[in-house]
């Protein structure tokens, strides 16, 4: 691993400064707690972040994931018309939440997807699972390789929806975070269209979302709530103000009612104690790497969406960023591919890491490339 570190950017103070007197919720009420600053890439509260629990419903955001993936990659059409499948509808009928599909129903993937999104319905999910890929065991293999493609590294799913498996499904709070960010991320626009509605109607039949955040907490936008009688209250949501977006967790929570309150004060006390600083504009150079075998020897390192830090109240400290790559690199290297890492370091907070990318196309290297590269080396 080769490093390089930058200069401190900001000047050392103490992080006393507190604003305000806010709070994260208790652990008598939120025992798993997690709270992700999206724009920045901080973990801002990490409560049994990497404890194994079973998400119930919020099961249902990688189903929609996968759909959004699927709809990205051309696999799925919004207004394609599934026939909900008898077998399905003898399994999924009237069981728990649902959308009220009558059986052998012709449904587009458009409403499917508003159903399990609003509603939660655990029909929807699973016969948009089984129109998708012909079998419900088939979609589930595939949400389990999307986990493992995005980073989840501690999470299983065992059916679309999260009814109770005897523990084959269950996921983390950092997992959870990891699959917001990765559907916010890549797909702003079909988050944008199908989560955060306060009410959904199938069939003549209106239902409300039960998301304890939309419309209570300003900015807010869903996502997904849960319940196991093993695991308790769950809620995985999202809120953006002024472009600082926060994703949190709350699990284990023992009452609806708890876990409500849980989560609202949990991003309520992320946007009031902390503020977001710019350190680096869209794509800013923050160095280079070096090159093997290209036409260059070395390829600059841009961070695409900018560098940003979140700081208790006031605190102004001493922040530190260091390049951090696996190198040199080996050409061909494509412009914007992913390359390296910035560790940012700011004292009283943990450690953060964000992707560099290559700031431009560097090619393998022709017969003179080779010879000014072995000269140079040479000199060296």
Do not use: C
């Amino acid at each position: 691993m080769i490093a390089y570190a930058t200069a401190s950017i900001l000047a050392a103070q103490p992080l006393s400064a507190q604003v305000g007197s806010a709070q994260p919720p208790a652990t008598e009420d939120a025992p798993i707690a997690y709270l992700l600053d999206l724009t920045s890439g901080q973990v801002l509260l990490s409560r049994e972040a990497d404890r194994r629990f079973m998400p119930a419903s919020i099961t249902k955001v990688m189903t929609t994931f996968l759909a959004f993936e699927w709809i990205e990659e051309g696999r799925l059409v919004p207004r394609q018309v599934f026939t909900v499948d008898p077998e399905v509808w003898d399994e999924w009928n009237n069981v728990g939440s649902t959308m009220f599909l009558p059986n052998r129903a012709r449904v587009t993937v458009d409403q499917l997807i508003h159903g399990v999104t609003t509603v939660s319905a655990n029909d929807g999910a699973a016969a948009l699972a089984h129109g998708a890929a012909g079998s419900i065991d088939a979609w589930v293999s595939e949400m389990n390789a999307k986990a493992r493609e995005i980073g989840m590294r501690d999470s299983h799913f065992g059916t679309p929806n999260g009814w109770m498996d005897n523990g084959k499904t269950f996921t983390t709070a950092r997992d959870l975070g990891t699959l917001a960010a990765s559907m916010i991320g890549r797909h702003p626009s079909k988050y944008r269209h199908y989560v955060g509605r306060t009410e959904y109607t199938y069939n003549d039949i209106t239902q409300p979302n039960h998301d304890p955040i939309s419309g209570r907490v300003r900015g807010a936008d869903g996502i997904k709530t849960g319940f196991t009688n093993q695991a308790g209250y769950g809620f995985l949501g999202s809120a953006e103000r002024n472009g600082r977006r926060l994703v949190m967790v709350v699990a284990g929570s023992p009452r609806s009612s708890v876990r409500d309150r849980a989560s609202r004060e949990l991003l309520e006390w992320g946007f009031r104690e902390f503020e977001q600083k710019q350190l680096l504009g869209r794509g800013a150079i923050v160095g280079e790497a070096q090159v093997q075998g290209g036409d260059a020897g070395t390829v600059g390192l841009a961070v695409p969406g900018g560098v940003y830090v979140s700081l208790p109240g006031d605190a102004d400290p001493r922040i530190e960023m260091t390049i951090s790559y696996r190198g040199p690199l080996r050409a061909p290297i494509a412009e914007n591919e992913q390359v390296a890492e910035l560790l940012i370091q700011a004292e009283g907070m943990p450690d953060y890491r964000i992707p560099l990318h290559a700031a431009a196309e560097v090619g393998e290297a022709g017969f003179l490339d080779r010879v000014a590269n072995g000269f140079r080396g040479w000199l060296r």
